[in-house]
């Protein structure tokens, strides 16, 4: 599966009702996005831990998104401040 926008969006919403394998797939999907949008943006050798940093926070943040709503620029605005201190 490739992470793009309706999959994780949905999967997103199925997490918001508890679908534990849903959830599993959606951070495994997220961290896949999440790496190849930090390659663009910061030094290799930072990348897997701003991931990390970035499913942490969305474990944190996942109540506040809202299911009618794209689900990448959310993730985007939550990445974004993970990666400020290491912009290339």
Same mark, same amino acid.
């Given at each position: 599966?490739?992470a793009?926008?309706?999959?994780?969006?949905?999967l997103?919403?199925?997490s +918001?009702t508890?679908?534990?394998?849903?959830?599993?797939?959606?951070l495994?999907q &997220?961290?896949?996005?999440?790496?190849?949008?930090?390659r663009?943006?910061?030094?290799?050798?930072?990348?897997?831990d701003?991931v990390?940093d &970035?499913?942490?926070? +969305?474990?944190?943040?996942r109540?506040?998104?809202? =299911? &009618?709503?794209p689900f990448? =620029?959310?993730l985007?605005?939550?990445?974004r =401040?993970?990666?400020?201190?290491?912009?290339?």
């Amino acid at each position: 599966m490739i992470a793009n926008e309706e999959g994780l969006r949905r999967l997103m919403r199925l997490s +918001l009702t508890g679908d534990k394998q849903a959830y599993a797939v959606l951070l495994e999907q &997220t961290a896949k996005w999440l790496a190849r949008y930090f390659r663009q943006k910061i030094a290799a050798d930072a990348v897997d831990d701003l991931v990390q940093d &970035t499913l942490i926070s +969305l474990h944190r943040k996942r109540a506040s998104y809202d =299911p &009618t709503r794209p689900f990448l =620029p959310w993730l985007a605005a939550i990445a974004r =401040p993970s990666s400020r201190h290491v912009l290339k």
